[in-house]
């Protein structure tokens, strides 16, 4: 089962920039969708062969998820549960019969940092708690933007950019966490080494120069890790300042 996660920055944006053939070409089971800023009356499209499953935020023209599957879920759940979290629209959980499957787009602590005591001491411990309850009835698969370099060689310039968002202490010690309670960085039991990159801004031909940052992830349940059969990162995939990510479950 190939599952595919993308940071689409805005899905309408994307749709005129040839996402339908990259659907196509991707030919995956799943695709898990960050960023949409739309809610789906807003969406003039078919995804031929996908149910869609959306979270929007209430927010109009702001973050949001969703979830293109072949396969019905059992069951879908949005949000985690805590209504201080759950108004932008930012975690959608699908049940299958093997595991769940969370797509989240994590909140950006903002240039300034404003944002930074919320996204690392409210978000994410009852993100993580989130995950752990679901890992109580099976194993569990998370995926997107989650808005941080984890390690030096996941950002090209490391210590330029040391305490900015994205690479503050905080927010790696937050990703730390994630790992200390069992999940598995899936990208990284294939590829020990940098310049591997998700995301690149759009200014100074940074994505021309690969100067980019390593923020989107899938992570899984430990128990999953015996039919992981591949974890890829799609960089020549174009339409939005981030990139594909996905793994090849058997």
Known sequence: MKIVSWNVNGIRSVLGKGFQKFLTDADAEIVCLQEIKAREEQVDAEFSGYSVLWNSAERPGYSGTAILTRTEPLDVRRGIGREEHDQEGRVITAEYEGFFLVNVYVPNSKRDLARLPYRVGFWGPDFLAFLKDLEK?????????????????????????????????????????????????????????????????????????????????????????????????????????????????S
């Open 137 to 249: 009835t099976k194993p569990v698969v998370f995926c997107g933007d989650l808005n941080v370099a984890h390690q030096e060689i996941d950002l090209a310039r490391p210590q330029g950019n040391v305490g900015n968002a994205g690479f503050t202490a905080e927010e790696r010690a937050d990703f730390d966490a994630c790992l200390a309670a069992g999940f598995i960085d899936t990208f990284r039991e294939f590829e020990p080494g940098g310049g591997h990159y998700t995301w690149w801004s759009y200014q100074s031909g940074a994505r021309a120069r690969n100067i980019g940052w390593r923020i989107d992830y899938f992570c899984i349940s430990p128990t999953l890790r015996a039919g992981l059969q591949e974890a890829f990162i799609w960089p020549d995939v174009t339409g939005s300042d981030h990139c594909p990510v996905g793994i090849v479950l």
